[in-house]
């Protein structure tokens, strides 16, 4: 284990944690602003951009950590959720029974990145904790 990458890695993991939960308010924000997709939305897609390449980075995290594969694939199936969130919103279309079941989907994978995020996390805890061998 890489233990300065794997501190740098759990940290991480907190700070999209965090985004994600922001990521929320900004779309409750959007909501309230005027419902529609707009200038309500615009911090929304921002910090929605900023998780894609914070996720992406910490694929290479995990990577440069040694803490095994599974986190590794964790950060991976966090990168393609985020993708997958992105082509949602881009294939919506607002008003129709088909952009609203979009926007379910868009809404519960939003749920499961959060979770995902906190299971990544309590693993690189957990890897941390790990009495060194030697």
Known sequence: MNRPFAMILRAWMILLLVLLVVQFALA?????YGGGI?????LHFRNGDALLYLYAAAILLALAA???PKPVWLTALG????LL??????V????????QSLFLVH???GLVLILLTLRTGALVRRR????VAG
């Not at 941390?128 to 009495?131: D, Q």
């Open 28 to 32: 409750g924000f959007g909501v309230g």
């Open 38 to 42: 707009g200038p309500g939305f615009e």
């Open 66 to 68: 040694r803490i095994g």
């Open 79 to 82: 990168t393609f959720l985020v």
């Open 85 to 90: 969130q992105h082509a949602l919103a881009l």
């Open 92 to 99: 919506n279309v607002p008003g129709t029974l088909w952009g």
């Open 107 to 109: 809404a519960l994978n």
């Open 128 to 131: 941390l904790r790990e009495p």
